[in-house]
């Protein structure tokens, strides 16, 4: 890992309370928040990047108003990259469809790809069957109806792949399998787990993240509205973190890593070995017993 590329980041957690999160006449004060901490971010280089987390960006950053320009700018202002989480949308002639996504901005102020969350939170982000039972609309008022992306393709940094894991993604390993599969070479979750308040939900939610980076040896930046935001190794070593609802910012250094692992190439293998090993002994033991 010596010889892997490296690259500094900041990880901003801008700790935006959710009864203000959507409130327009809060979105200027939320801007002000990840710029200021932005700037206070040690990384100013092209080789850095800096990430914002799950719809840290309040409003649709692909409509280039005045809140996303200055976004934009101040990737440009920094000369970094800058990853940020911001609802979307896509609209042809028969549909508007919504998404949860994550912009990847260039150093030069340019948005160079963005990626669709793939797995829904259901009756949080969709309400699921609802085609099919339209009586559940009624009974979940309020449900987000987000459609889910179209697979899990990495962002580029000059050549280098990123997997994006848009909240609870987090906790599937086949998402960053796939990533892994694709060639990501570093990996990085953004959520808001505000939802969760003062509770150990938080906790749990990290501790199932630091097992992707394990799976497929890779870093892990965890990035939190209101914590926990953290760095983690490809052993599972959380090299820094924050503490919860609090407005802050963690910096380190992590490798790009490309490198071929068991768990690349067999997936869930071992699982499915142990599942066969339980099923074929209740088989023998039954069979024994009846011909005792």
Not at 133 to 162: A, E
Not at 268 to 289: E, M, P, Q
Request: include cysteine; glycine fraction near 8%.
């Amino acid at each position: 890992m010596e010889r892997a590329p490296k690259m500094e980041v900041s990880l901003i957690q801008g700790n935006i309370d959710q009864s203000v999160k959507w409130n327009p006449e809060f979105q200027e004060k939320t801007l002000t928040i990840y710029e200021r901490l932005s700037f206070l971010s040690p990384v100013m280089s092209k080789n850095g990047l800096i990430i914002w987390p799950e719809t840290a960006v309040p409003f649709y950053l692909q409509e280039f108003h005045r809140g996303s320009l200055r976004v934009l700018d101040i990737a440009r202002r920094k000369n970094v990259w800058l990853l940020v989480g911001s609802p979307a949308y896509n609209r042809d002639l028969k549909s508007l469809n919504f998404m949860n996504s994550a912009y990847l901005i260039s150093p030069e102020g340019q948005i160079e790809g963005r990626y669709d969350k793939v797995h829904l939170v259901p009756y949080g982000e969709y309400v699921p069957l609802r085609q099919v039972f339209p009586f559940i609309n009624k009974l979940v008022v309020g449900v987000g109806d987000f459609k889910p992306g179209r697979g899990y393709f990495p962002l580029m940094i000059k050549g280098r792949p990123l997997g994006i894991l848009i909240c609870y993604e987090a906790i599937f390993p086949e998402a960053s399998l796939a990533y892994k599969r694709k060639g990501a070479e570093l990996l990085v979750n953004i959520t808001n787990d505000a939802w969760f308040g003062k509770t150990s939900a938080p906790y749990q939610h990290l501790s199932m993240a630091i097992f992707r980076a394990v799976e497929n040896r890779l870093y892990l930046l965890r990035v939190a509205n209101t914590g926990i935001s953290a760095i983690v190794d490809p052993t599972g070593e959380i090299k820094g973190e924050t503490p919860l609802f609090v407005s802050t910012l963690l910096s380190g250094s992590v490798c790009f890593i490309d490198k071929k692992t068991f768990y690349m190439a067999y997936g869930d293998i071992f699982v499915l070995l142990c599942g066969g090993a339980i099923f074929y002994f209740i088989v023998t033991s039954r069979r024994n017993k009846h011909y005792g």
